[in-house]
């Protein structure tokens, strides 16, 4: 999730750039950059950080004049949040500049290969491998170096491109990642979202998936990845900025919860391959991944919540005893600790004050650490011996959708691959979890159809005072995960229960008033959630059932049914939780709560 603007056209392309950036701090602020073609040179300045740092440095500097530039503002996933890592990103004979929002899955290969033909390499980014390798293909043609170049990349990328020997053009290129035309008057643009050209211009084309634009001051020409022409086709955008950077959604929240089948694509591929699991950030030797006899995971919030499904997972696959901490509470304990144990430490931010002090609390009692986190070069990552990243992208909204799901993605995967280390799960046993994990970005996809009939849920019910929400196993967790998304959003009182439990306290809050919400997916103990929902039925409450198509057994005791696509038990809360952030979220809306930004709370909490 990067920022990407260009600009070609009669005019100085630093002060378009970098108002276009500064439109783009959403999409992250891991660092800034831009490059300039000036005076027949290729010029680039970056800085770490925020774009404001950016800002200053330029002042220090000679002016950066040109007319065809490119600026990115950075969310890390390949390589630390440094300068050399920042983009634009060079070429080795520095003829090439690139911009780059995705992730390449074969970089490593492509390194591999050019490096043999003699390319260095400047930093730890995939990107660099771009620009590398459309040098090496460059014959004249920048159009056609670039076609080919990226017929050679699989992942997800949008692409900006300047050529030291072409100060009049600008190639952009998409796969799985959004990229648009600004179609100016004497001047265009490209960027990656639209909020990033609105000031310039309102028409805009965006490219299809793996076509390529060819952008100078007088038109642009779009071709597909066979190189045969295809049509422009602007649109006028309507929105304003704030919406825009919504992308049309009217909140923040809305549209993350719509990105997950993205953010679950990016995180979960190049991981599998159906055979076996990747991680190739993680510099954890395997000899000491399977020499731990116990695991405790430590996480705030949502991340414990993704920590429980987890649990799940190791127990069964990697029968490895694993206990799951609340990081505010695991220190003030007098945890059992030893160098036998691993401690995962699961965050979105990296930053959360209570998880980075368990993390280091375990460190300091022996354990061999791991985060699990969707900020690269972040405090927790740093302060443990591993890492592996969630690729959801920046999360805006305070309550967290697609970090969550990524979560459970990541370290369900790590459960397999912990399995596979031990010998508690073979080869042929991993294949059909693998293949379930790589299949649930399409469920997810699928679920978010419930959109429609859950917003008119949400409105029928936004007036109770309480609700509950039940599951078992894999999903129990997710009743936890609903009950708080309701509270932080809308603030109607909700608990979550394991659905075994009703019958020893809360069945006695049930009344004809008291909706609950059952996640009612089929899995082992599908039999037994039916059975809680009969004794809430019974007792006249009203019951919301998340559950497969066409079940007939659920219908028969629910009062309204959601359906999300059938998947296996474990990847199933990843699917269920769509239905259930989308629940909290209509309710709010509802009740004209402020989604984005509930009262008293906080995106990362740095204090104890
Ligand atoms: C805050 C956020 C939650 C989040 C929790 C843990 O309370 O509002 O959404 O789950 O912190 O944050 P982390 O960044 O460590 O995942």
Redesign the pocket.
Known sequence: MCGIIGYVGPGPATPQILSGLQRLDYRGYDSAGLVVLDHGRIRVEKMPGKLEHLLDHLKKMPEMNGCVGLGHTRWATHGGPTQRNAHPHLSHRASVAVVHNGIIENHETLRRRLRARGYRFASETDTEVIAHLIEDLYRGNPLEAVRRAVNLLEGSFAIGVLFRDHPDVLIGARLNSPLLVGLGDGANYLASDAPAVLPFTRRVAYLEERELAEIRPGGVRVIDAEGRERPVRPIQIKWDFASAAKEGYPHFMLKEVFEQPRALRDTIRGRTNRQDLHFPELDIPARRLKAARRLVIV??????HAGMVAKYAFEELARIPTEVCFASEFRYGDPVIGRDTLAIA???????MD?LCAIREAKARGALTLAVC?VVGAT?PRACDGVVYTHAGPEIG???TK??TTQIAVLELLAVRLARLRGTLSRAEARPLLRAMEGVPLAVQEALECDGHVKRLARRYSRCRNFMYIGRRYNFPNAYEGALKLK?LSYIHAEGYGGGEMKHGPLALVDDTFPTVAVAVRGRAYDKILSNMKEIEARGGILIAIANPRDARVKALARHVIEVPETAEMVSPMVTAVPLQLLAYHIAVALGRDVDKPRN?????TVE
């Open positions: 996480a705030c919030g949502t991340a414990a699961v965050t979105q931010s990296g930053e959360t998880t969707n927790i305070v309550a967290s970090a969550y932080e709370l906080a995106k990362a909490v």
